[in-house]
């Protein structure tokens, strides 16, 4: 049965227990079994409210109850108190006004509208709640001098939508969103497993052979600072470090930094203006980065055997890096040989999110904008810009893994992502489209059709088939079956669709 005839059942009863029918029309209506009129059932939103109400036709001085069910848009659920007015300006600017201070059940107000002249008039619903002040205007309506005159409509209306009443949405999580227009990017979906920076993880070599003694309240874990003293190496009896011999290495060391830095700005700068190749501008960024960490190692080792840094435990080990220890290497007390790894410290604050991009998909990348990590459940952005560094893209395919690199640098990681794990990701190739887009929580997969539930009234729906797109983040496009403008259930569209199937186990129906 549709919820507007049992309303009608509802208000015949009404109106006969009110004595709003004379006796002889009563007699009259049985006789030519004239179906009663139809309530009128209204939706209308404003941007903190929504309004689904039904009320009788007007008829002069006879009493018309409104059922007014009033939901907040932010949370979706029913106003437990508040003040509802019913308000009827005339064409002669005279206005009527009704008004109840309390709902008669949660998110219900009932107020009943006496006018007292015919013709036609403008209805207001006003609610006013705390802070929330919202008037709906819900247009025009006619007042008849009496019942006869209401037009009846004696065909039934096929009613091919889905009932699901305020009742059972105010009980579950439940949502609507409106479909409009959203700036989404094109991506490849791929997989990716984050890194270490290279120039943010060191690992820490004997410079010279002899015992380890580590401080002994460092373990794996532990957060380090920069020089901070990490471990003692006692040399042999006898064994010497041409010091000298390194301080000449530094100096080429320097010499070989400066020139590649100089070599890395100069190829940015043809970069800039589109007049190098990738390969050049990956390789000149490479040696750089090499030059870079044989000048520190250089440096580090002359830290660590100059006298300065040395003490009755031996030669002191500092970390050249803040972080902490991922791994030890070394066992207290065991001999090691010079240039034997000690400690390997990282730091976690940047980390590089290494992508994975198929030979089949190389061709759309065009300008790299993020990553995009699916998470449980949850999606993580980053795009460049936004703490996001774009570092490279290595077009040439992995003989192994027929894919190619595509590397992006995150400052502050959120906690949930760890160095070395693998992740399904989306990466934005550069292409981005304003198109409709729905919430990815809008859709439902039944029985294989991808489907969304459109509200087309308080308690009414729609089953919509819907061909998808591109996706960022949480939503998603829809190429057809969603219009512009409406409101597409995100919360809550399995109950819509048991609902469909069977009412009974969608909720229980109406508490008035």
Same mark, same amino acid.
């Given at each position: ?332 007390? &065991?001999? $090691?040989? %010079? +240039? /034997?790894?000690? @400690? ?6 940047? *980390?590089?999110?290494? !992508? #994975? ?122 190429? &057809?079956? $969603?219009? %512009? +403008? /409406?409101?597409? @259930? ?6 819509? *669709?048991?609902?469909? !199937? #069977? ?10």
């Amino acid at each position: 049965m549709k919820k507007l005839s049992l309303i009608s059942i509802i208000t015949l009863l009404l109106l006969s227990g009110c004595a709003d029918y004379p006796q002889e029309n009563k007699k009259n209506v049985q006789a030519e079994e004239k179906p009663a009129p139809e309530p009128i059932a209204i939706t209308d939103y404003t941007e903190q409210t929504e309004l689904f109400v039904e009320f009788n036709q007007f008829v002069l001085n006879k009493p018309s109850t409104f059922l007014a069910h009033f939901t907040y848009m932010d949370t979706f659920k029913p106003f437990k108190q508040g003040r509802v007015e019913v308000c009827l300006t005339f064409s002669n600017q005279k206005k009527e006004c009704f008004s109840v201070d309390a709902p008669a059940f949660e998110g219900i107000f009932k107020p009943v509208a006496v006018p007292s002249q015919s013709g036609f008039a403008e209805l207001d619903i006003r609610v006013e709640q705390g802070n929330i002040i919202q008037t709906h205007k819900l247009g025009k309506f006619q007042i008849y001098n009496s019942y006869e005159q209401i037009p009846v409509n004696s065909e039934e209306e096929a009613d091919d939508g889905i009932s699901y009443l305020k009742e059972q949405q105010w009980k579950v999580e439940f949502a609507t969103q409106i479909a409009t227009k959203k700036l989404l990017r094109e991506s490849v979906s791929t997989f990716a497993k984050t890194e270490v920076p290279s120039n943010q993880e060191y690992v820490l070599s004997a410079p010279v052979a002899g015992i380890v003694t580590p401080i002994s309240e460092l373990s794996v874990g532990s957060k380090v600072d920069k020089n901070m003293k990490l471990a003692y190496i006692t040399p042999l009896l006898g064994q010497k470090e041409d010091i000298s011999t390194l301080k000449f290495e530094l100096q080429k060391a320097k010499a070989n930094l400066a020139l590649n830095k100089n070599e890395n700005e100069r190829i940015k700068k043809l970069e800039a203006k589109n007049a190098v190749s990738q390969k050049r501008i990956i390789d000149a960024q490479q040696d750089y980065d090499m030059a870079k960490a044989k000048h520190i190692n250089i440096v580090q080792r002359l830290n660590q055997l100059d006298t300065s840094n040395s003490s009755q435990n031996g030669i002191v080990l500092k970390s050249p890096i803040e972080g902490k220890i991922a791994k030890q290497l070394a066992l207290p007390g &065991s001999y $090691v040989k %010079e +240039g /034997e790894p000690i @400690v390997h410290i990282v730091n976690t604050k940047k *980390l590089w999110i290494n !992508v #994975s991009i198929p030979q089949s998909e190389i061709s759309k990348i065009t300008k790299p904008l993020g990553v995009e990590l699916t998470l449980n459940d949850s999606y993580l952005g980053f795009n460049v810009g936004e703490d996001t560094k774009f570092i490279y893209f290595n077009d040439m395919v992995d003989p192994k893994t027929r894919c190619a690199s595509l590397i992006f640098e995150i400052n502050n990681p959120p906690s949930s992502l760890k160095a070395g794990a693998g992740y399904a990701v989306k990466a934005y190739t550069g292409k981005v489209l304003q198109t409709l887009a729905i919430a990815k929580s809008s859709i439902v997969n039944d029985n294989g059709q991808y489907v969304v539930y459109v509200q087309v009234g308080g308690e009414s729906f729609e089953r919509r088939n819907i061909q998808t797109g591109i996706s960022t983040g949480d939503y998603i496009e829809v190429k &057809s079956g $969603v219009n %512009e +403008g /409406e409101h597409v @259930v995100s919360k809550g569209a399995y109950q819509v *669709l048991l609902s469909a !199937v #069977s009412p009974a186990a969608a909720g229980a129906g109406h508490a008035h």
